[in-house]
Nanobody, 119 residues
Framework: QVQLVESGGGLVQAGASLRLSCAASGLTFRSYALAWFRQAPGKDRELVAR????????YYADSVKGRFTISRDNAKNTVYLQMSSLKPDDTAVYYCAARGTLASDYAYWGQGTQVTVSS
């Protein structure tokens, strides 16, 4: 079955950096668009960044543009989120998700990893 497993979260101070990883299995990784979402307590889930299956197109939420970078390594079936200049507002559970090439929704989700940024 398809599994997405996030890692790399933790507790850091404002201004620090973290790199999240999401290892996928059970799917043809290179055929999927991948994304990172986050959800803070009491808030809706938010799309943070997205990368196309072809690795050509990326999208970032305005709140993270210039600070976060999404990338993928198809040889390792892994997607990354490099986060820099972290702010307390970045505190959330971060989820990776995968969407098939012709699909409109993200069919597969990881279990999430907690990122906490202290001021």
């Amino acid at each position: 079955q398809v599994q997405l497993v996030e890692s790399g979260g933790g507790l850091v101070q404002a201004g620090a950096s973290l790199r999240l990883s999401c290892a996928a299995s059970g799917l043809t990784f290179r055929s999927y668009a991948l994304a990172w979402f986050r959800q803070a307590p009491g808030k809706d889930r938010e799309l943070v960044a997205r990368i196309s299956w072809s690795d050509i197109s990326t999208y970032y939420a305005d709140s993270v543009k210039g600070r976060f970078t999404i990338s993928r390594d198809n040889a390792k079936n892994t997607v990354y989120l490099q986060m820099s200049s972290l702010k307390p507002d970045d505190t959330a559970v971060y989820y990776c998700a995968a969407r098939g090439t012709l699909a409109s929704d993200y069919a597969y989700w990881g279990q999430g990893t907690q990122v906490t940024v202290s001021s």
